[in-house]
């Protein structure tokens, strides 16, 4: 196990200076995740275009691994279309959960820094917490996420 | 019923550390390629040899089911059972083998007490006192039978320190206050809670007292009898033996009158039925076969903890602790969470810039195991406004070059994150 295989520079970059770090009053929808045991807790806003994602930013706090991929997300997902997003989410999920997804990681951009998750499987919870967020806000659930 | 059974006695002078570190396989190990710093302690504790040879000892020659059978090993197997009753016994100074409860742990200690206790004594407007340094098992419960029972749950509430207010304290004790459950020592920031204090003053309104003592059985010397508590929980994995086991401690005469609050084996004399007459206490709140690996699991624990003395071992940790408050408050962004001056080897804090959970995976991979989160004591996070913190807590078998790979660890962490 590398640390640094973990905490890429993108991560440390995105935790330190997340993007889309705001509060979206107008936002067409919204959810909160909320991992209690390690208390990550965000809350991810979203506006829709019909059906193409027209902006997207986030709030609250957690480690950096969970800081670092909603901000990830937020670039990753904005100007996409909602099935675009949620086939994102299905290959997020293969990559940070299992070891020989058919996934190809360099077309997935900054993304990708999130592939060294995997090897830390506490952690992987952190990383995934924002999806699961996303995949309820688009489907207007309203109980809180948690993906412990 | 019991064999009396004579103290160790501790020898003079400091722990040998080193050769105490021999006692524990489990130290010598690596992790990630480097030693095992093992400072998760408060979560539980790691076992000496004794304990694991005890264990797999009565498995190997020992194994029937108790206070059934008229054979041999059924006879060897009440024998070290009962003897394992009789050192817990011995361990808290209680007065009788009758007051020990053998439970799965501090957590089933408080519900046995809240469900065959409080519950059929409650009633609506009543009040259970806890307070704000809780663990949940030490509120959830009384939650429980407050909902049952329409009684509610007052809270004592603590200070920036870590501490309980006691003033506040003595104005929340009132006419329907019926049970005082306290921790003695906070998992969460390692506060020693003056409960002789709190005691007196319940005992004053005549209010009965609980004491979760899962933190602090491992750690000072427990005398249920001079505490004058009615009631003393503490966990076997937390003090050097098994998980699974655990015991409480309750005053004959409350347990007499206590309702059975699992039916089953054991814990009766007579079936028919028409009526079941039950057994005699302890046995009337021990139904079903017992964990008596972990019983006599822990009386070995019990052994070797005072083989070592409990006094040496409270000092050893002590030196522990002024050493690491020493070194963690010379990390500049490091906040330390919890100050009072009376304390247990636990130390929470935060580091400006690195959330607890990365500090977690950082120092893991450094071979240093702390526990980060919540610590099962919400309420103590939304005090200070955190939603977690980094908690290094300390048993007699570190030692001060572990806490400099702490020290050393967090400055990674530091360089990595911050």
Redesign the interface.
């Known amino acids: 196990m590398d640390l640094n295989d973990l905490y890429r520079d993108v991560i440390v970059d995105h935790n330190r200076n997340p993007r889309n770090f705001r509060p979206m009053p107008d936002a067409d929808r919204h959810a909160e995740g909320f991992n209690p045991l390690c208390g990550d807790r965000l809350t991810l806003f979203v506006k829709l275009d019909g059906d193409r994602i027209s902006d997207v930013s986030f709030q609250g706090s957690g480690c950096a691994i969970s800081v670092a991929s909603a901000s990830l997300l937020t670039e990753s997902v904005k100007g996409r279309t909602v099935p675009e997003a949620e086939r994102l989410f299905a290959t997020m999920h293969a990559l940070l959960t299992q070891d020989d997804a058919p996934v190809d990681v360099p077309s997935l951009g900054k993304l990708g820094a999130l592939s060294g998750v995997r090897e830390f499987p506490a952690r992987v919870k952190c990383a995934s917490l924002c999806w699961h967020t996303l995949d309820a806000a688009l489907h207007r659930q309203s109980e809180p996420v948690k993906t412990e | 019923m019991s064999t009396a059974t004579a103290v160790p006695v501790a020898p003079a002078g400091a722990l040998d550390v080193q050769a105490i570190r021999r006692d524990f396989p489990v130290l010598a190990q690596r992790v990630?390629g480097k030693p095992l710093c093992y400072l998760d302690n408060a979560a539980s504790s790691q076992r000496p040899q004794c304990v694991i040879d005890a264990v797999s000892d009565y498995y190997e020659t020992s194994h029937a089911n108790v206070h059934r059978g008229v054979h041999a090993l059924s006879q060897k197997a009440t024998d070290l059972f009962e003897g394992a009753r009789e050192k817990v016994r011995r361990f808290i100074g209680a007065r009788s083998t009758r007051e020990i409860i053998f439970v799965r742990g501090t957590t089933e200690a408080v519900n046995l007490v809240a469900q065959s206790y409080a519950r059929p004594r409650l009633q609506g407007g009543d009040e259970i006192l806890v307070s704000r340094l809780e663990h949940h098992a030490n509120i959830v419960p009384w939650q429980m039978v407050c909902q049952q029972t329409g009684a509610s749950l007052k809270v004592v509430p603590m200070t920036r320190s870590g501490e309980l207010d006691f003033d506040a304290f003595r104005s929340l004790l009132t006419d329907r206050t019926r049970l005082l459950a306290l921790t003695h020592v906070s998992n969460a920031l390692g506060t020693i809670v003056p409960v002789e204090r709190f005691i007196a003053e319940a005992k004053r309104r005549g209010v009965p007292v609980l004491l979760d003592g899962a933190q602090a059985a491992p750690h000072l010397r427990v005398d249920v009898r001079a505490l004058d508590c009615d009631f003393y929980g503490f966990s076997g994995h937390k003090m050097c033996g098994p998980t699974g086991i655990g015991v409480l401690y309750g005053r004959e005469s409350l347990l007499a009158a206590m309702p059975p609050w699992q039916g089953g084996g054991d814990m009766i004399l007579e079936v028919t039925f028409e009526r079941t007459t039950y057994n005699d206490l302890p046995y009337k709140f021990e139904a079903g076969t017992p964990h008596i690996a972990g019983a006599i699991g822990l009386g070995a624990a019990i052994d070797y903890l005072e083989t070592l003395g409990l006094d040496r071992i409270a000092a050893a940790e002590h030196d522990l602790l002024e050493y690491a408050t020493a070194r963690l408050a010379g990390i500049p962004g490091l906040e330390i969470v919890g100050t009072a001056p009376h304390k247990a080897a636990v130390v929470s804090f935060t580091l400006r810039g690195?959330?607890?959970?990365?500090i977690g995976?950082?120092l893991d991979?450094e071979g240093v195991a702390i526990r980060?989160?919540?610590h099962c004591a919400?309420p103590v996070?939304d005090f200070y406004g955190?939603?977690?913190t980094a908690r290094a807590s300390f048993a007699f078998y570190n030692t001060r070059d572990e806490v400099d790979r702490l020290v050393s660890a967090l400055h990674v962490a530091q360089e990595?994150?911050g």
């Open positions: 990630h690195v959330h607890p959970h990365d995976t950082i991979t980060t989160g919540h919400m996070m955190v939603p977690a990595m994150l």
